[in-house]
């Protein structure tokens, strides 16, 4: 179970961040799915992967009428999703989910992708996207700080100090959820 209290935290700091996209998406999912949130018997992995199955419907750009219902559920408007086979028009969100362990590739029969097979895949949606994107937010279920410093942080500081876009990093575990990263 993540407390409300967690919830309403990371939605303060984004509206302190001055979040435009990643503010909007995280209210719409966090009302939407309060009662997930709630369970006892929450799942991390379970809920990124749920949220991973739900953007697929989503990603085309002909979106049916349940597309747009679900949308307009969460106040969203459209959204590039990572991992995502599909290359498709640039939108100014980005929405990343690593539900894998921190070093873990991309299987996408399950959608499940670590950090790494991620982080990898939204570096070259940045390249694709550069002139639309302008806020990514990164759900993870795992994290390793070391590696992330190492390996991550430089490439993600150096993409949004010269190209002025934001990054928020989120971990989600079966008992919270909190903010790791912004810039």
Not at 82 to 111: M, Q, R, V
Not at 140 to 157: A, G, M, R
Not at 163 to 176: M, T
Request: charged residues 25%.
């Amino acid at each position: 179970m993540i407390s409300p209290k967690d919830l309403n935290k990371i939605i303060e700091q984004l509206a302190e961040l001055k979040s435009v996209h990643a503010l909007s998406f995280l209210k719409g999912i966090l009302s939407n799915k309060k009662d997930d949130f709630a369970s006892e018997q929450f799942d991390a992995e379970k809920f990124l992967r749920g949220l991973w199955e739900e953007g697929i419907k989503l990603s085309s750009n002909d979106l049916n009428a349940t597309g747009k219902q679900i949308m307009n559920q969460n106040n969203i408007t459209t959204y590039n999703l990572i991992p995502s086979d599909g290359t498709g028009a640039c939108h100014a969100f980005c929405l990343a989910l690593a539900s894998g362990s921190f070093g873990e590739k991309y299987y996408p029969t399950y959608g499940k992708i670590g950090f790494k097979g991620m982080a990898l895949k939204l570096i070259r949606h940045w390249f694709e996207c550069l002139n639309a994107n302008e806020e990514t937010l990164i759900l993870t279920k795992d994290w390793n700080k070391t590696q992330f410093d190492d390996l991550y942080k430089p490439v993600i500081e150096t993409y949004c100090d010269t190209y002025r876009k934001r990054v928020f990093i989120l971990v989600v575990d079966d008992s919270s959820m909190r903010m790791i990263y912004d810039k």
